[in-house]
Each structure stands twice: as C-alpha cells, then as structure tokens.
C-alpha cells in the first residue's frame, strides 16, 4: 500500500490519502472512502478572507463527524510568512483554534509552517506535548525537528525533498518511525501520480539504505500509530 500523506485530491487506485481541506467549501466534497483519511480546516492563506462564522461552524462539523465515529484530522492549518499570507494576526489565531479543536476531539493536525518557526513554536508551547502533529512538507531545521520529536510529531516530505538537500539531510536523520512521504497535489495528474509517490519511496529508501517495501512497512504502520487512540 502507497500512503499519500497530503495532498487536496482523489487519490489514485491503490493509495490511500490524507485528503486535507483548504477552505469551508472543500469539507463537505471529500467522499466517504476507506482509502481517504480527510483532514478538515482552513488553510493559513485564507484566514483573512475566513468569516468567523466559517469558524465557528468548522467547531459542528468536526463535533457531527466525531459522533459519526469517523476517522479524519483538522487541517490544513498553520503559519505562513511568505508574500501569500494574509495578516499574521489573523493566522495565529486560527491555528490556535485549530489547534483548540484537536484537543477537544483527541484527532491529529496536519501542520503548514513557512518562515514562522518562532511564533509556530510559542503557540505550540501551550498545547499538551502527546497531542498528534503531522508537519506538512518539513522544510524546518533538524534542530526544530529534534524539539518537535520530543512531542507527538511525525514529519511528511514532499517531492521538493529530492532536490533540497537540507530537507534530505533532515529525512536521514529522522527516525523511520516518525516520517511520512506525500504529493501535495491538488488535482491528480492524467499520469504520473502513483510515479511521485514511488519516486519518494525509492528516495527514503536511498537515503535511509533499506528497502522501499520496508519504507511502505513503517509509514504503514505510521499511519496506524497517527490515528490511534
């Protein structure tokens, strides 16, 4: 089994996604599906056009979906200091609310964070250490990551891993037991998406000198681990 640890769209047969929502519009448009583990928020690039309203009803919609006995996440949220963001203010308060969520329903967060580890660490401060994190295309340093290891944190690469090595030196140095690999895409490609996803298993495989089936056999068991009780 191939695990697509992030990404915005229908995964491809054979893959089972983490399916993460980016505004209100897209929570009620990820199916049903045993192969899709959907993460609900708002992404930290539409916090300022976000009404409080659409806040407030994210807060029922996780509350209608935990009574459902379903398995899902909050996310994508999260910090971003790049010429995309909106007011800075507006995205700490959203994380934290975010955040807020995850540990009134005991579920994971997919985690965006761009050139804000200093705020991004200061709010996390506040948040009970065993509460899980998924860090989305971890482009931190190894000594954020060492911090975050401490807590309940796993570590997605994106295919930018395979060309920066700074984001591979982390990888090979992260314990296999706390990664994950995925596409970000937001739409799948006509070809080419299950070749991403082989192409980063093939790479993790390098870089920790083992196997690709032992790659899929700890991101499997990762997943288990992400989403247990």
């Known amino acids: 089994m191939l695990i697509d640890a992030h990404c915005h769209c229908q995964p491809a047969p054979g893959v089972t996604a983490l399916w993460n929502s980016v505004t209100a519009d897209d929570w009620d448009h990820i199916p049903d599906s045993p192969d899709i583990f959907p993460f609900y928020g708002i992404h930290p690039w539409h916090a300022k056009s976000c009404s409080k309203i659409e806040l407030m009803a ?3 919609f996780i509350k209608q979906k935990k009574g459902a006995g379903l398995k899902f996440g909050i996310g994508e949220t999260g910090l971003d200091k790049t010429d995309k963001n909106p007011d800075f203010e507006d995205q700490k308060g959203f994380f934290a609310f975010h955040l807020w969520l995850a540990q009134q329903y005991k579920v994971p967060v997919a985690v965006h964070c761009l050139h804000a580890w200093g705020p991004f ?3 996390l401060s506040e948040v009970p250490d065993d509460l899980p994190l998924l ?7 190894m000594e954020t990551a ?12 994106s295919p930018s891993v395979q060309r920066i090595e700074k984001q591979a030196e982390v990888l090979r140095q992260l314990p296999l037991e706390r990664i994950f690999l995925e596409t970000d895409f937001t739409e799948v490609p006509s070809a080419g998406y299950v070749e991403t996803l082989e192409e980063l298993y093939n790479f993790a495989a390098g870089i920790k000198n083992i196997t690709p089936e032992t790659v899929k056999s700890y991101l499997e068991n990762n997943l288990k681990t992400l989403f247990s009780p």
Do not use: D
Request: proline fraction near 0%; aromatic fraction near 16%.
């Open 146 to 157: 060492k911090t975050l290891l401490k807590r309940n944190t796993w570590f997605s690469f």
């Open 58 to 60: 994210l807060g029922q």
């Open 121 to 123: 660490m200061e709010i």
């Open 135 to 141: 860090m989305h295309s971890y482009s931190g340093s």
